[in-house]
């Protein structure tokens, strides 16, 4: 079946630096969606990308979908202490369900 | 405007006993999705309904689970028996358009059986 693999499991980051969680799929993803879950919470969805290549940003995270719409990354620039929480990708095949990454967890250090 | 509303928030019983979860969407939204969460396999899909007809149930993990979705503002997921190892936290979320909409997940119900 689909498989949706994030790196790095854990991040530690100092606040103020900097933060990136990458989405790998066996397969093309018709659409890729972000969450955040902070501990404790639930997911809460952050953004959609469609379009091979495609970059938005909000704030301080930029995220991207690769060329070949495979893969995806989450950047934080100047991490704040509410940037804590778990960090999921989800991707979807064709008219398929949503297949959620394994997560990374980024904890910060004041 | 209410999210999605899951009862209970938590509940703890005993290996055997019968668990019944239960979800409300947001109004208007015409699919449901119920998911599992643990530290050992993540967010794992169970089963998901579009205008109140089960379309995969794949995830579901033997037939100790069931899941129905009586009218368009109702949801259960019945665990009868219950075991141990389905202590986790199961949440339910809702979406306007199944294909490509975001989902809407409740604040979820964590389950521990004893």
């Known amino acids: 079946g689909q498989q949706v693999m994030q790196i790095p499991q854990y991040q530690h980051v100092q606040e103020g630096e900097d933060f990136t969680t990458y989405c790998n799929s066996s397969?093309?993803?018709?659409?890729i969606q972000w969450y955040k879950q902070r501990p404790g919470g639930h997911p809460v969805f952050l953004i959609q990308?469609?379009?091979?290549?495609e970059v938005k940003k909000q704030k301080r995270l930029t995220f991207q979908f690769g060329e070949a719409k495979k893969n995806s990354s989450l950047h934080i620039t100047a991490t704040q202490t509410t940037d804590v929480g778990t960090y999921f990708c989800?991707?979807?095949?064709?008219?398929?369900?949503?297949?959620f990454g394994t997560g990374t967890r980024l904890t910060i250090i004041p | 405007d209410a999210g999605v509303i899951q009862s209970p928030r938590h509940e703890v019983t005993e290996m055997g006993q019968e668990v019944t979860l239960r979800c409300k969407p947001i109004?208007?939204?015409?699919?449901l999705f119920w998911y599992r969460q643990t530290m050992m396999r993540g967010l794992e899909l169970l089963i998901y309904?579009?205008?109140?007809?089960?379309?995969?149930d794949s995830g579901m993990p033997e037939d100790r689970f069931s899941a129905k979705m009586p009218n368009a503002s109702f949801s259960t997921l019945k665990i009868q028996p219950s075991e141990p190892r389905d202590s986790a936290v199961y949440f339910c979320a809702s979406t306007l358009r199944r294909n490509t909409g975001e989902l809407f997940f409740g604040e979820g119900s964590r389950l521990t059986v004893l």
């Open positions: 309904f579009n205008n109140n007809v089960p379309i995969d």
């Open positions: 109004s208007g939204h015409n699919s």
């Open positions: 989800a991707g979807r095949i064709g008219n398929e369900k949503l297949t």
């Open positions: 397969t093309t993803l018709s659409n």
């Open positions: 990308l469609v379009k091979s290549g």
